[in-house]
């Protein structure tokens, strides 16, 4: 097992979506392996603070930038700007996803759900990733660098939601449900990923998915208590629960494995 590592130490990650629920919990696990990282969100008073945050923490190099990533122009110039600051870019988390611009859009059901809010969401969910690995991805050929890209799917990329858990479910006391846009985005960040390795596999550049099970993060005890009933180990996720896998993928513990997705699902997809 000897030369097998987890430290980041010495490479240069990028990761979308920094600041949000997970997002800040992965901007966290990167910095404490090492990592020196450029955060990618579009608040950028939120992204400043947790910049600050890492570098105080960590001591390693935290870069805030705000970024559209459906917007070709806003994407190159961060890539751009990251790639020359830290003298090249070893990591990619693609994270970022939206709910796009209206929640209660978002919470339609399907046969009411409007092409306007699918577009959006699509154009973060599965535009923005195409954009963030196509830029990044070539300037990691550009300077011979074996990378390692990681996209953030869900579970319900992989299995259909059970609509039962949803009859009574609330979250920050709205009620929810779980939209087929989010599914087949999701799916599509999947796809993306195998296509990728493949494409990029004699370049040395590992893409892989990770999938998370549900996250407890406010939902009402309803829904907690529904979803976990479909869970063999009977409780939904929390936040840091992910971040190992996110490690693993991202260092050379991971230097064979690409084209995968790493489901953390807590058994979910067991059944």
Request: proline fraction near 2%.
């Amino acid at each position: 097992m000897s030369g097998i590592t987890f430290s980041l130490k010495g490479k240069n990650a990028v990761i979308t979506g920094a600041t949000g629920i997970l997002g800040a919990k992965f901007s966290h696990s990167l910095a404490a392996q090492g990592a020196n990282v450029a955060l990618l969100d579009l608040d950028s008073e939120k992204l400043e603070v947790l910049a600050k945050e890492l570098e105080a923490t960590y001591g390693v190099k935290a870069l805030g930038l705000k970024c559209d990533i459906t917007d070709p122009a806003s994407v190159k110039a961060c890539v751009d700007a990251i790639d020359k600051t830290f003298n090249g870019i070893h990591i990619l988390h693609n994270n970022a996803a939206s709910k796009g611009k209206n929640l209660d859009d978002f919470f339609q059901p399907f046969e009411t759900f409007k092409l306007e809010t699918w577009k959006d969401i699509m154009s973060v969910n599965v535009d923005g990733m195409f954009l963030m690995a196509q830029a990044v991805g070539s300037k990691m050929i550009e300077r011979n660098i074996k990378g390692s890209i990681i996209q953030t799917a869900s579970i319900y990329g992989v299995v259909a939601p059970d609509q039962r858990i949803y009859e009574g479910s609330f979250y920050m006391d709205r009620k929810i449900s779980s939209p087929a846009v989010y599914s087949a985005s999701k799916a599509a960040v999947v796809g993306l990923t195998k296509y990728l390795a493949s494409y990029w596999g004699e370049k040395g550049i590992r893409v892989n998915t990770l999938t998370p099970g549900g996250v407890e993060s406010g939902q009402n005890d309803v829904f907690r208590n529904k979803y976990s009933a479909r869970i063999p180990l009977g409780r939904m996720a929390q936040a840091d629960e992910l971040c190992g896998a996110l490690i693993y993928l991202a260092s050379d513990a991971s230097t064979y494995v690409t084209g995968q997705n790493i489901i953390i699902d807590g058994g979910l997809t067991a059944w």
